[in-house]
């Protein structure tokens, strides 16, 4: 028996833009060079490319410690970070 081949659509609309599908990477992870970004732009699947900020100039990332985890004697938790992600610079 052979199988039927069901389409689904997943165009998705974005305020007056319309991207062919819903499915757009994590913005970060594998997107920093152009090599990586080609990879992401010439997938079939993906709706849209999101990118790491980038400056003007080179930004190295803080210092340690950037960040703090802890818990209250009431048991509530809290995080903050300062970790300041680097990026390469608009030139790279």
């Not at 974005?14 to 913005?27: D, I, M, Q, S, V």
């Not at 709706?47 to 048991?75: I, Q, W, Y």
Request: with cysteine; glycine share 6%.
């Amino acid at each position: 028996m052979e199988m039927e081949k069901i389409r689904i659509n997943l165009e998705t609309k974005l305020g007056p833009r319309t991207f062919k599908t819903c499915l757009w990477n994590a913005a970060g992870p594998r997107c920093t060079t152009l090599e990586e970004l080609k990879v992401l732009t010439d997938c079939f699947y993906v709706g849209a490319v999101l990118t790491k900020t980038c400056n003007l100039e080179k930004r190295e990332e803080n210092v340690f410690p950037r960040v703090d985890h802890s818990k209250s004697e009431d048991m509530h938790s809290y995080s903050i970070n300062s970790v300041g992600l680097a990026n390469m610079g608009i030139q790279e």
